[in-house]
């Protein structure tokens, strides 16, 4: 399976100012699996240790953070001679080892000449209950779900995926029927790694939501595990909740929509929790399309996205041939999903913090804002070919941006105040 962010470990590798890396994600998007695939692909040797379980390795942090003595013990976990240059140190699940984790600042300091990894699949929640994060002395690096154009690559579909970053729409625009036939499947099947690779190995659509519904378990399995016992029921209602704060025309988070008189601060640990896991991105709102957006942020007015489409399909139990064919239950859904697909892309595949606007007194929303340089840059988001709306073109009658963007699947157009993109076309934000 081909990941895209090899090409930034690569880089990292060959960086003389390179300290040890953090690979941050939500469980079972591939950390482990690109770690010992960079490994196996460009190092002699892999020294692999899982602090999952794994006291005897815990407990070496313990003491002191002498180098020599680390490495000593290292070779003899993994059996084999630690050498700097020739062999990558892969620290797993080491948000169960806080002490492993505060090592990387000595590594970074003293023996920058090893060249050290890590990952945890809830780094994130630990970091915020008290872990010590090394500011300064690591690399980060985010994993999600596979991008669109890395599912084309793992369907086999390499030549269209490459076509998309020509950025020639006459090209592009030729094989329309085919993106379009594979975004519709990937609406459904999502990006995450064991789902595709099962899809790829079968094609079948039952065996891909048995699975997803399986990792949708181990999430709320991580849930009771490793979240406090006020705070598990919240987490739960919250995440439950998506999939139909989404389905609302303004998907905007409504507390009440969860219990009546619900407040946010009942709930703010909770969203803060499935945050740090890497399991939902939040969309703020800002009042004002103005430079720099994060200075308007309304930080009480959100969206909240899943980390993939495929787990929101499977969480709203919509089925294959509702989503592939088009009948009347994705109609009334195909926005919520259409959107969840483009702000995915939006993470993985472009530079861009996304935002939308919108206020309790405005008379339209904009679906997405970025920041593209100096520019504010409005993004309206349309599941098919009807694209009649009046909130992008009152947006642009408002405030003039010089850039305003439409994702739908018509294909590449300019106009003078608006470009198309088709939706397969996100990356080239």
């Not at 980060?140 to 086999?156: D, I, K, Q, T």
């Not at 999939?243 to 905007?252: F, I, S, V, Y």
């Not at 399309?289 to 909240?304: E, G, I, Q």
């Not at 294959?320 to 999903?337: C, D, P, Q, Y």
Request: proline share 3%; with cysteine; charged share 25%.
């Amino acid at each position: 399976m081909e990941r895209f962010a090899l090409e930034e470990l690569k880089k990292w590798k060959k960086n003389p100012d390179r300290k040890p890396l953090v690979l941050m994600g939500a469980r079972q998007v591939g950390k482990t699996w690109l770690m010992r695939e960079f490994g196996r692909l460009f190092y002699k040797n892999i020294a692999y240790v899982s602090f999952y379980n794994n006291r005897a390795m815990k407990n070496l942090f313990e003491s002191d953070y002498d180098i020599n003595r680390l490495i000593s013990y290292l070779s003899i976990e993994v059996g084999f001679t630690i050498e700097k240059e020739n062999t990558l140190i892969i620290f797993d699940e080491i948000q169960n080892a806080p002490k492993a984790f505060e090592s990387l600042k000595f590594f970074c300091e003293e023996a920058r000449d090893y060249h050290i990894m890590a990952a945890g699949s809830l780094l994130g929640v630990a970091l915020h209950q008290g872990v010590s994060y090394p500011v300064g002395k690591v690399d980060l690096l985010n994993l999600y779900p596979l991008s669109f154009r890395e599912y084309l690559c793992a369907v086999n579909e390499k030549a269209l995926s490459d076509a998309l970053l020509t950025k020639d729409f006459s090209l592009i625009d030729g094989f329309a029927e085919k993106y379009i036939y594979h975004l519709k499947n990937y609406y459904y099947v999502g990006g995450m790694p064991e789902v595709v690779k099962n899809f790829v190995l079968h094609g079948d659509y039952n065996e891909v939501r048995q699975i997803q519904k399986n990792i949708l378990v181990q999430y709320k399995g991580d849930f009771g595990k490793h979240a406090g016992a006020n705070e598990l029921p919240r987490i739960n209602m919250v995440w439950d909740s998506i999939p139909m704060q989404l389905a609302k025309e303004n998907r905007k988070f409504f507390f009440g929509k969860m219990k009546k008189g619900a407040r946010s601060s009942e709930f703010e640990v909770a969203i803060q929790w499935l945050l740090d896991s890497g399991l939902a991105h939040k969309v703020s709102r800002v009042n004002e399309p103005h430079v720099p957006l994060s200075a308007y942020k309304d930080f009480s007015a959100y969206k909240l996205f899943v980390l993939d489409v495929g787990l929101l399909c499977a969480m709203s139990e919509l089925d294959a041939k509702s989503i592939i064919e088009g009948n009347s239950l994705f109609v009334e859904f195909k926005g919520a999903l259409t959107e969840q697909y483009v702000e995915q892309e939006l993470v993985a595949s472009t530079p861009y913090t996304a935002y939308y606007y919108g206020s309790e007194k405005a008379t339209f929303e904009q679906d997405f804002l970025i920041q593209k340089e100096n520019k504010v840059v409005p993004i309206e988001v349309k599941a098919e070919t009807n694209v009649r709306s009046q909130s992008l073109k009152a947006f642009y009658e408002k405030y003039k941006p010089e850039l305003s963007v439409r994702f739908s699947l018509l294909p590449y157009k300019q106009q003078d105040w608006m470009v198309n993109i088709p939706l397969y076309a996100v990356c080239l934000l």
